[in-house]
């Protein structure tokens, strides 16, 4: 069994030695660029790690893995140029290190790249591995378009703000442990199971991200905190603090969302202090042990031997207990 850390150097090595031999290389040097900036790599190390449990030397399924990360990155390409953002993991984004046209066109390359590289594995596996792959990609955009709609919304649910980051985030993390055990050759029931606890450690991850962007360290987290705040994201917190407050806390936190100038800190503070009222870190931190919890299960159930899920384990406890 290979643990997650020697994973992570198999995967940041092997993004490291693509190959981009294609011109012109104006094209593909932002494909490079963004995929050199760093990150967690969670989805093709849990593709690896999904592989592990049935098979050893997860390092034969690594350029599948690398399509992955291909195709989440030229996700976050994209994203920065809707949100129009400055910055990715303290780096430009590649719309502000080159242009909008160069985001857009090398996006588009990253996808089809993505698509090569996933699709560089075993002729018996390949289709069931496309559709999936094709599947979540579909997902991921419906997520999108549902977040982008939420932003003209002050009516959104809990449960319509976990379908959004289910379709947004969670699919991508399900897909890539399913692969890895489709290559694997998994049962039919283990690989589902695998995809359902992809689900919930996805959500879980995501709601952690709401959570640390108000309660996080500044220090630790690498940014400012209460960017959620201030851009009046429909996250997890907010959506709970506007559907449980009492009148007067609802007319304080409309009066801040729809403040077209405002002091940052002043707002960033006052709606902290409205989410410490209505009791929304408690809620949040019991559905993200909800989540892993449930995750937990699901992994118990998978049948392979427990010491060969014990590098997944760890690797989801590390990601419970992050605070980045």
């Not at 098979?55 to 599948?64: Q, R």
């Not at 449960?159 to 399900?174: D, F, G, N, P, Q």
């Amino acid at each position: 069994m290979t643990t997650s850390d020697e994973i992570l150097r198999i995967v940041n090595e092997g993004l490291d030695s693509l190959p981009y031999e294609r011109r012109p290389a104006s094209l593909y040097e932002p494909v490079r660029y963004v995929l050199s900036l760093g990150g967690k790599r969670m989805r093709p190390v849990l593709m690896l790690l999904g592989y592990n449990l049935f098979k050893d030397h997860p390092e034969d399924i690594l350029m599948p893995a690398l399509g992955l990360e291909t195709y989440h990155n030229y996700t976050l390409l994209h994203d920065d140029l809707m949100d129009n953002a400055d910055v990715r993991r303290g780096h430009q984004t590649v719309h502000k290190k080159w242009d909008a046209n160069t985001a857009i066109l090398s996006g588009d390359s990253m996808l089809v790249l993505a698509y090569q590289r996933v699709a560089q594995c075993d002729d018996d596996h390949l289709p069931q591995v496309l559709s999936l792959f094709t599947e979540t990609a579909l997902e991921i955009g419906e997520g999108q378009q549902y977040d982008m709609d939420f932003e003209t919304r002050n009516d959104v649910t809990e449960e319509e703000y976990i379908e959004m980051i289910r379709l947004k985030t969670s699919v991508l993390l399900a897909c890539a442990l399913k692969i890895g055990a489709i290559l694997g050759d998994a049962s039919k029931a283990d690989a589902d199971l695998l995809y359902e606890f992809g689900e919930k450690i996805g959500l879980a991850f995501q709601l952690q991200d709401d959570l640390l962007d108000v309660y996080g360290d500044p220090l630790v987290f690498g940014k400012a905190i209460g960017g959620d705040i201030t851009s009046n994201k429909k996250t997890y917190m907010l959506i709970n603090a506007v559907n449980r407050a009492d009148a007067a806390q609802r007319e304080e936190l409309m009066r801040w969302i729809g403040a077209k100038t405002f002091d940052r800190t002043e707002k960033v503070a006052a709606v902290t202090r409205l989410y410490d009222e209505i009791g929304i870190r408690q809620l949040c931190e019991a559905k993200i042990n909800h989540y892993f919890e449930q995750g937990k299960q699901l992994l118990e159930q998978v049948s392979v031997a427990s010491d060969r899920k014990e590098p997944l384990r760890a690797y989801m406890d590390e990601l419970l207990h992050r605070n980045k």
